[in-house]
């Protein structure tokens, strides 16, 4: 197996297992999309409205739940040090680790949305149209996460100040994907409209997000 | 292979760690680096595996594999074990051995030199600490690299398996390897020469 295929593969046992943090963030996503119907009321006309909107929220708060440990796990067991170390260059290994955060993260998200999305009273074509801009979404909100883990990686409590820097720059993702599942879910704006802006966002940080977090993780660890 | 540092000088935190640091080490030799605590012997081994940069002078290694850093030559044993508690001792010992490159896929053997065997299947996290640190040594022989900074290698280690650890140093150094220690203790290596930081301050 080549390093990066190592790396991926343990990064992802490591989340499924005890500790990890894969179920965590399905479990707190649909526990907060879960308890919203409660807290509003069974209005459903409004649910329908903000139903787009609580799921992203909900989406992106769940990203950030098992991101600080990411790069904050391996420092303090010395892995961080060996992998630093290695062959593979850092802003691909980074790469890779956001991917395994992404496949157990935020691919689970993706798959239950269209379930709970009957909790909020959406209709079958707006779960389909809500669906895909979570799957094109999460990435961004992964590799964006990247760049704070890694900034965040010396701290003992870094959780805090990692949202503290990623959520604002989520920002943009946060308006065009809810944009995009609105569009589709009542118009007048074409679904296509917001959903490429989306995907842009989504290109852009896969490129700028290792890069900014290898750069991170060198000043770090010095 | 010959591993030789001219005038090095390490600075951290806004301190002089060690200025003007000169050694040679060529295939087939250990050294021993001692020193009072906060000299700069954990430093000194971070700095070759280019973990800290130098803050003066160079580090260069004649003979090596042109193609590669230093620190890819070398195995880096630090004070920690660079282990994953969820994983198995197995998995564990996989991951790095596919990671850094090893060509071979035995993983039983090293394994086995270090006592572990009956362990395969266990979590790292029911390992005591020196068993821990036993697997970490199973890294440097599952992948063979010609360089190793070992940093307190003998931490935690039992009597019997720190006899097994310099039975290992040994092999490697007839084999053609280098080994740079940082230790408080003697390393049971008679060939070892002493490099002592911090006695100018």
Known sequence: MTSLAALLVRDMRIAVRVGGGALIGVLFFLIVVTLTPF??????????????????LAGL???????????????????????????????????????????????????????????LNL?????????????????????????GAAIAVM?????????????????????????????AISGPVPFGTPFTILCALTLASLVVGPFAAAAALRQEIE | MRLSAVDLACRRGGR????????????????????????????????????????????ALEGGDPELTIAEQAHYLGHQDALKISLSVVENLRFWADYLGAKSIDIAGPLEEVGLAPLVGLPAAYLSAGQRRRLSIARLIAVPRPIWLLDEPANSLDATAARRLTDLMRTHLSGGGLILTASHGPIGLDSARELRLGDSQ
């Open chain 1, 39 to 56: 807290a509003i009321g069974p209005d459903l006309a409004l649910l329908k409205r903000i139903g787009p909107a609580i799921l992203w």
């Open chain 1, 61 to 119: 708060l769940a990203t950030l739940l098992a991101l600080d440990r990411l790069f904050a796990g391996d420092h303090e067991d010395g892995s961080l040090d060996l992998i630093l170390t290695g062959r593979a260059p850092l802003e691909l290994v980074v790469a890779v680790k956001g991917f395994a955060h992404w496949l157990t993260t935020g691919l689970p998200l993706v798959i239950c949305a269209p379930l709970i999305g009957l909790l």
């Open chain 1, 155 to 183: 701290l003992r409590r870094g959780g805090l100040l990692l949202a503290v820097i990623v959520l604002p720059l989520t920002v943009p993702v946060l308006i065009f994907g809810v944009a995009a599942a609105n569009a």
């Open chain 1, 123 to 147: 209709d079958l074509p707006a779960e389909g149209a809500l669906t895909l801009t979570l799957l094109a979404g999460t990435p961004a909100l992964t590799f964006i996460g990247l760049i």
């Open chain 2, 16 to 59: 002089d760690v060690f200025s003007g640091l000169n050694f040679a080490l060529a295939s087939g030799e250990a050294l021993t680096v001692t020193g009072r605590n906060g000299a700069g012997k954990s430093s000194l081994l971070r700095l070759i595996t280019g973990l800290v940069r130098p803050a003066g002078g160079r580090l």
